[in-house]
């Protein structure tokens, strides 16, 4: 499955096989997301979703096949190896935010670059606080905002240290329809003026929407591929999967 564009890959699955026992988790695999797209998976439960995220940012790896992040393939390094790829290249957005209650907003933004201990690129931080909105909350607690707000914020801490690919797991799972929405807007926003790289795992159509692609998995495979697809052709393609 390819985007027909010319950019370099951001992120690339050759082939990839998981089983657990029996179950083909993902069952021959095979992605390319191009730098600056924003990519959607979805899928009906147990369809493999997560496993494709869990293999694609390097924090399981597969039983066969490769993955390519930013061009270098990570699935045959050791854990040690991977991790420190995964803290250089990978961000990630939770459908629960996973802020640290402790820390300031700055400081939660600022974390990836403190764990990793590097000075990390202050225009750029600049320019995320300043395109997430937070700049007037940067000293406030997580407690101290929105679901929306939260978001905002871990979505500008998967951003700080410039990676590769931002993955997001149901990233509005827990927001009312209008939040979700503007943190979509956002999060396509990041792709379209900034070149990043998405890949986002949801059950709704709505969400999905946003992005430039969406892939349809079911039972481990990629069984659709839409480019632009109305809600209702996802919907619709969701509903053929079973
Ligand atoms: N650690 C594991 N041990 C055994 N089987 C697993 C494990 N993780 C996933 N599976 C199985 O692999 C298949 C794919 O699971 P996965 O969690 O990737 O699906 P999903 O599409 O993300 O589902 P959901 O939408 O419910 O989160 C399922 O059959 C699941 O039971």
Same mark, same amino acid.
């Given at each position: 499955?390819?985007?027909? &564009?010319?950019? %370099?890959?951001?992120?690339? /699955?050759?082939?990839?096989?998981?089983?657990?026992?029996?179950?083909?988790?993902?069952?021959?695999?095979?992605?390319?997301?191009?730098?600056?797209?924003?990519?959607?998976?979805?899928?009906?439960?147990?369809?493999?979703?997560?496993?494709?995220?869990?293999?694609?940012?390097?924090?399981?790896?597969?039983?066969?096949?490769?993955?390519?992040?930013?061009?270098?393939?990570?699935? +045959?390094?050791?854990?040690?190896?991977?991790?420190?790829?995964?803290?250089?290249?990978?961000?990630?957005?939770?459908?629960?935010?996973? /802020?640290?209650?402790?820390?300031?907003?700055?400081?939660?933004?600022?974390?990836?670059? *403190?764990?990793?201990?590097?000075?990390?690129?202050?225009?750029?931080?600049?320019?995320?606080? @300043?395109?997430?909105?937070?700049?007037?909350?940067?000293?406030? *607690? %997580?407690?101290?905002?929105?679901?929306?707000?939260?978001?905002?914020?871990?979505?500008?801490?998967?951003?700080?240290?410039? !990676?590769?690919?931002?993955?997001?797991?149901?990233?509005?799972?827990?927001?009312?329809?209008?939040?979700?929405?503007?943190?979509?807007?956002?999060?396509?926003?990041?792709?379209?003026?900034?070149?990043?790289?998405?890949?986002?795992?949801?059950? @709704? !159509?709505?969400?999905?929407? *946003?992005? +430039?692609?969406?892939?349809?998995?079911?039972?481990?495979?990629?069984?659709?591929?839409?480019? @632009?697809?109305? !809600?209702?052709?996802?919907?619709? &393609?969701?509903?053929?999967?079973?």
């Amino acid at each position: 499955m390819t985007f027909q &564009t010319p950019s %370099p890959s951001a992120l690339e /699955l050759r082939d990839v096989t998981k089983t657990y026992g029996p179950v083909h988790a993902l069952d021959r695999v095979s992605l390319h997301v191009p730098r600056g797209t924003f990519l959607a998976v979805m899928g009906p439960s147990g369809s493999g979703k997560s496993t494709l995220l869990q293999c694609a940012a390097g924090l399981d790896t597969p039983t066969s096949g490769e993955v390519l992040i930013g061009g270098r393939e990570i699935s +045959h390094l050791n854990e040690t190896r991977r991790t420190l790829l995964r803290r250089d290249t990978v961000g990630f957005v939770f459908q629960s935010y996973n /802020l640290l209650p402790s820390l300031s907003v700055e400081e939660n933004i600022r974390l990836p670059l *403190r764990v990793a201990g590097a000075r990390g690129d202050e225009t750029w931080l600049a320019q995320v606080i @300043d395109r997430i909105g937070m700049r007037p909350f940067l000293r406030r *607690r %997580p407690d101290e905002l929105s679901g929306g707000q939260q978001q905002r914020v871990a979505i500008a801490r998967s951003l700080a240290a410039r !990676p590769e690919v931002v993955f997001a797991d149901e990233p509005t799972g827990a927001l009312d329809a209008r939040t979700a929405s503007e943190v979509l807007g956002l999060l396509r926003d990041l792709v379209d003026d900034f070149g990043q790289t998405v890949v986002m795992v949801t059950h @709704d !159509p709505r969400a999905a929407h *946003r992005a +430039h692609a969406t892939v349809v998995m079911d039972e481990g495979r990629i069984q659709d591929y839409l480019v @632009d697809p109305t !809600p209702e052709a996802l919907a619709g &393609t969701l509903l053929g999967a079973r």
